[in-house]
């Protein structure tokens, strides 16, 4: 089998399992012997992004200036994760399921602290752009939810992990069920287990890929280490990603023209300047 052959073999495996159960891992990602480097790098970015956000008077959170208009991207700050994003695996899959031109619509730190014994803690929801509890309804598409993939939630973990380690959790097949955790009439407690749930679990350096209609939560990380991660959201062409002003946030020219060719029109929608093209 040739090593194309191999690649669209992974990718459909990938594929089927994300229209299946709604989500899947891609494994190791990041190669074994760079992912310490790049955790430690996040690390740090973390701390001097919170600290510029703080300084500018602005939200990390939300990514956004004093004045509540569009910061400084996340990406800005994390610049060696960039290549792997369209790593190919991992691009293929985004591709095939969503459209051959993509965007990434937000890139977020997601660390879950470490010492936090509260087996029982959840916070079930659906993501952007099938987040009911979106305050800027910018993210809220209807319910009942058609049955379209919309958005790819890739969450790339730094750190290995699992039940142990605050894997996230999910609900397999949840995609295609028409309630939701945050859904006013549907009578789920977003804030407590779910039967058939289960916890994401893989070695540092994979990504976990879901569905954005799947629901998940993050998870109590009780090992004594932070559990590093950053959260991708990439969506097709079609989906706005300007409308009420989500997370907007801008990635510097100098940034953009550092990152490899094939990650330039992932982000070139929130550059200054850049003609924003499909091609
Ligand atoms: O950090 C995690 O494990 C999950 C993150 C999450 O739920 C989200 O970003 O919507």
């Not at 060696?80 to 890139?107: F, N």
């Not at 290995?160 to 789920?188: A, L, Q």
Request: proline share 9%.
């Amino acid at each position: 089998m040739t090593a194309a052959d191999a690649l669209t073999k992974q990718i459909e495996k990938y594929v089927s399992q994300l229209r299946e159960v709604g989500w899947c891992v891609v494994e190791r990602v990041i190669p074994e012997n760079e992912v310490d480097a790049i955790r430690q790098h996040v690390e740090a970015a973390h701390l001097e992004a919170t600290a510029d956000y703080e300084a500018a008077g602005g939200a990390l959170g939300r990514q956004t200036d004093k004045d509540g208009g569009p910061g400084k991207n996340v990406i800005a700050y994390i610049q060696p994760l960039a290549p792997y994003l369209a790593e190919k695996r991992v691009l293929g899959v985004v591709r095939t399921m969503l459209d051959p031109h993509v965007r990434i619509a937000q890139t977020e730190f997601k660390t879950r602290p470490p010492n936090d014994d509260n087996k029982m803690y959840r916070s079930y929801h659906s993501d952007w752009p099938h987040d009911l509890s979106d305050r800027d309804r910018a993210g809220a598409v209807r319910q009942p939810f058609p049955n379209v993939t919309m958005g790819l939630t890739t969450i790339w973990l730094l750190s290995p992990f699992g039940p142990d380690s605050g894997g996230t959790w999910v609900v397999p097949g949840s995609h295609r069920d028409p309630r939701n955790p945050r859904g006013p009439e549907d009578g789920i407690d977003e804030f407590k287990p779910i039967p058939g749930e289960m916890q994401a679990s893989g070695p540092a350096g994979s990504v976990v890929i879901i569905d954005s209609r799947i629901w998940h939560s993050n998870a109590a990380n009780p090992s004594d280490k932070p559990r590093v991660a950053i959260v991708v959201r990439y969506v097709p062409w079609w989906v706005s990603v300007e409308f009420g002003g989500r997370n907007n946030a801008i990635v510097p020219r100098q940034v953009y023209d550092a990152f490899p060719e094939d990650v330039k029109p992932l982000y070139r929608h929130r550059v200054d300047g850049v003609t924003n093209s499909i091609s």
